[in-house]
């Protein structure tokens, strides 16, 4: 089971469904399971995994202040996505979890949902410290949106803070470019032999 980090627009749709494919496994989309979250539950419920929703100008907020909210949602959203993995390890089906609420606490844990990882459970984030390539990414698949530099902004941030906390914890960081060679250095990555964490 690979669990595949990163903030939004570092590519990580761009490399896990090539990645699935390769290794022909399933993929899970993270937000999928917000989505489904957010459907079963009310903002009152669960004001966190709603609260992107439920605040519009979220984007006006100073950076350092929707970084702490971002972290705060991902924390909200750990108990769904230690079930899942928890599943998939009762079940033994390799999957490819992706999404940028995946923090690297979570990935190092021993257990999930009562399921012993056992070394099954690898991960890697994918970082991107550039704001510039990060307006030039959601530019590209946003087109519409125009050049979202204050989303750029807190993306490199919590990317910047997802890397930290993930070597913190001897989980791989990779960097995103060049994208050419990306999904060949992830699959390297993946199958060398393990030497620790991650």
Same mark, same amino acid.
Not at 155 to 184: F, M, N
């Given at each position: ?24 496994? =399933?993929?899970?989309? @993270?937000?999928? $399971?917000?989505? !489904? #979250?957010?459907?079963?539950?009310? /903002? +009152? ?16 907020? =100073?950076?350092?202040? @929707?970084?702490? $909210?971002?972290? !705060? #949602?991902?924390?909200?959203?750990? /108990? +769904? ?26 990935? !190092? ?6 399921? +012993? ?34 989303? +750029? ?46």
């Amino acid at each position: 089971m690979l669990l595949l980090g990163g903030a939004s627009g570092t590519g990580k749709s761009r490399l896990s469904y090539p990645l699935a494919r390769r290794y022909e496994v =399933p993929i899970v989309e @993270v937000d999928d $399971l917000v989505l !489904a #979250v957010q459907r079963m539950t009310t /903002p +009152a419920q669960q004001p966190l995994v709603h609260y992107w929703d439920t605040h519009p100008d979220a984007g006006s907020l =100073p950076v350092p202040q @929707v970084l702490e $909210l971002q972290i !705060a #949602v991902a924390e909200a959203l750990r /108990p +769904a996505l230690e079930a899942v993995i928890g599943n998939h390890l009762e079940t033994d089906t390799p999957v490819v979890i992706e999404g940028d609420y995946l923090l690297p606490a979570l990935a !190092a844990q021993d257990s999930f949902a009562g399921q +012993a990882a056992g070394g099954r459970v690898r991960a890697v984030f994918l970082h991107e410290p550039d704001p510039g390539r990060l307006v030039a990414n959601y530019l590209e698949r946003e087109p519409d949106e125009g050049e979202q530099h204050s989303r +750029a902004q807190v993306s490199a941030r919590y990317g910047d803070w997802l890397a930290a906390r993930a070597r913190e914890h001897g989980i791989p960081v990779l960097t995103a470019r060049p994208w050419t060679t990306a999904l060949d250095r992830l699959c390297a990555l993946l199958d060398a032999p393990r030497g620790g964490a991650g």
